[in-house]
């Protein structure tokens, strides 16, 4: 009896080992292709549909490259938080080893040179954004005086009952104010190079996409075709990217004075590196190139959802302006101090980020190590996708997730619900998290309370209502038209930034 239970039992645990060790389900992978052409002109949703049936965690075949998919809170968490170093790495894409001079830190592998690229990276970020009441002053100072530039823009463009489509100065606004954090200056509206340097994100995020072509299916760059075109066309562009701002760098360098207080953040990353000597110089075009597109590309795309939503849906922009009238009053501009007193906005702010899920899928992951999730073997140096639409979609969390409703953030006393706005994800989570997270809030904040004090909003009647979008990177909505009118007069913003133009030039 004791032989036979002994053996029963190294059975079982021979079961056990095997489950252990099997692989995520999924759909047949083709030759040559994988499932590629299962992925569609929007992978997220489809990603989601192919959960239904293999579950949570499902593996594809992207050309050569396996390729795991995580949907749902509970299997993103998992990996990315309680498995933060396991999958923290990147794939070597063709693409990725472009960004940034090849020494992105978004796109980059996981190592400790990285982490502590990292660590100095979020900390110069906060220092010049939202760390202190001074630094928040000047994020506030520059962001109020491309406020006034966007509404005097959309206002002229809107003059005699005209729609414009406000994509291009939403574009310049958001990018301006990160050249000011980043270069210490910003630029016109109606300047070429410029805007070629910044009006190019759409054709950026269709290449480093989850699922894009140019990377599932390199060997198509050996002969004509729309990859290769593309692959050749994101290779320019990020050279012209990368030089732009590392022409920014070599002015800093030769302009920087020793003991002199850094002027952005351009500055800051030049004297951090000279005392992280294990940062080669070159770490720091490469770091502020991330910071600025990113950050401008995530801003204005979140932008042009914002003021869809606002058009879309009279009633809560009216709502809005109802509590910033009662909140703010009509005798100045909201401020960042406004932001715990102003609840429904903040909800208008979540329920955006939720619905649209503008970042629908992360830049693809790696992992580092063999590792398990949900019983299922994933091997070193498979690809990850994860995908956050899922659990910004997921009716298990939200009730009625295809219905726009900022109230859903709110409880019963009109606070936020901050237990729901933490399960929001757009910014991803654990050793990849967006260290620029915090400020884009913040600009998201002040940009919407201060266009909904100032402004109305209104559709073209003559558009089809529907919210359709383009896929990549971020899902940026298909252009649409809008009239913008003036509640009141500019003199609100014009007194503001003429105090604060006296404020700058006093310190």
Known sequence: AAIHLGKLLLQHQQRRRQGQRRAPPGPFPWPLIGNAAQLGSAPHLSFARLASTYGAVFQLRLGRWPVVVLNGERAIRQALVRQGAAFAGRPPFPSFQLVSGGLSLAFGGYSELWKLHRRAAHATVRA??????ATRRLLERHLVGEARALVALLVRGSAGGAFLDPSRVLVVAVANVMSALCFGRRYSHGDGEFLRIVGRNEQFGRAVGAGSLVDALPWLQRFPSPVRAAYRAFRDLNREFYGFVRGKFLQHQRSLRPGAAPRDMMDAFIRLQREQPRLQLEHVPATVTDIFGASQDTLSTALQWLLIFLIRYPKVQAKMQEEVDRIVGRDR????????????????LYE?????????VTIPHATTTNTFIMGYLIPKDTVIFVNQWSVNHDPAKWSNPEDFDPTRFLDENGFINKDLTSSVMIFSLGKRRCIGEELSKVQLF??????????????NPNEDPKMDFTYGLTIKPKPFTLNVTLRDTMDLLDQAVQRLQ???AAS
């Open 446 to 459: 002040l940009f919407t309370s201060i266009l909904v004090h100032q402004c109305n909003f209104t559709a």
């Open 333 to 348: 501009l909201p401020c960042v101090e406004d932001q715990p007193h102003l609840p429904y906005i903040m909800a208008f």
């Open 502 to 504: 006296a404020e700058k």
């Open 352 to 360: 955006s980020m939720r619905f649209s899920s503008f970042v629908p």
């Open 128 to 133: 010049f954004s939202t760390g202190s009441p």
